[in-house]
T-cell receptor, first 113, second 109 residues
Framework: KAGVTQTPRYLIKTRGQQVTLSCSPISGHRSVSWYQQTPGQGLQFLFEYFSETQRNKGNFPGRFSGRQFSNSRSEMNVSTLELGDSALYLC????????????FGEGSWLTVV | EDQVTQSPEALRLQEGESSSLNCSYTVSGLRGLFWYRQDPGKGPEFLFTLYSAGEEKEKERLKATLTKKESFLHITAPKPEDSATYLCAVRSGTYKYIFGTGTRLKVLA
């Protein structure tokens, strides 16, 4: 059974640009959540989607947005990139029930220069 | 405020030297406590889910336990391949996942 797939794995962007990251969940999983991981802050929750609806949101500025498609695949977008957005962005999926275990992908490494 | 604190931040063990990692939490309406292992440059790998105080789970050299305020990850006779960062997370009553900053474990041969 394939795991969570994230693309691209590595990317470099310039300050002020925007970026879109993609996530394909485990087959049968309907919930997708996104996290930012940095050495100083650890894993920070961005948002969670279930059946194309945002179910929960972390404390990030509006420059960070996401969406989920009918096939449960998800994308997140960061607009007007700042140097501090450089991080590992992790996607995780779960079946979608209240006390689910989430399973992570390998992440997308974003460097903003 | 929901919070997860892991200790120690870093731990060095000799091969075969057993120890425990701690995860203390304050959360309203615990809906699960989770342990993950993360290797450098990779996504976290799921280890255990615990739901209620008194629950224990085991996998190879690892054993996770849960009380009303904390969880322990016991590592018995560790090997160098157990070296990784171990992350603890809780799912709160508002369905958010809150992660600790992890314990970096190094096992020396």
């Amino acid at each position: 059974k394939a795991g969570v797939t994230q693309t691209p794995r590595y990317l470099i962007k310039t300050r002020g640009q925007q970026v879109t990251l993609s996530c394909s969940p485990i087959s049968g999983h309907r919930s997708v959540s996104w996290y930012q991981q940095t050495p100083g802050q650890g894993l920070q929750f961005l948002f969670e989607y279930f059946s194309e609806t945002q179910r929960n949101k972390g404390n990030f500025p509006g420059r960070f947005s996401g969406r989920q498609f009918s096939n449960s695949r998800s994308e997140m977008n960061v607009s007007t990139l700042e140097l501090g957005d450089s991080a590992l962005y992790l996607c995780a999926s779960s079946v979608g029930q209240e006390s689910d275990t989430i399973y992570f992908g390998e992440g997308s490494w974003l460097t903003v220069v | 405020e929901d919070q997860v604190t892991q200790s120690p931040e870093a731990l060095r063990l000799q091969e075969g030297e057993s120890s425990s990692l701690n995860c203390s939490y304050t959360v309203s309406g615990l809906r699960g406590l989770f342990w993950y292992r993360q290797d450098p440059g990779k996504g976290p790998e799921f280890l255990f889910t615990l739901y209620s105080a008194g629950e224990e789970k085991e996998k190879e050299r690892l054993k996770a336990t849960l009380t009303k305020k904390e969880s322990f990850l016991h590592i018995t006779a560790p090997k160098p391949e157990d070296s990784a960062t171990y992350l603890c997370a809780v799912r709160s009553g508002t369905y958010k996942y809150i992660f600790g900053t992890g314990t970096r474990l190094k096992v020396l041969a």
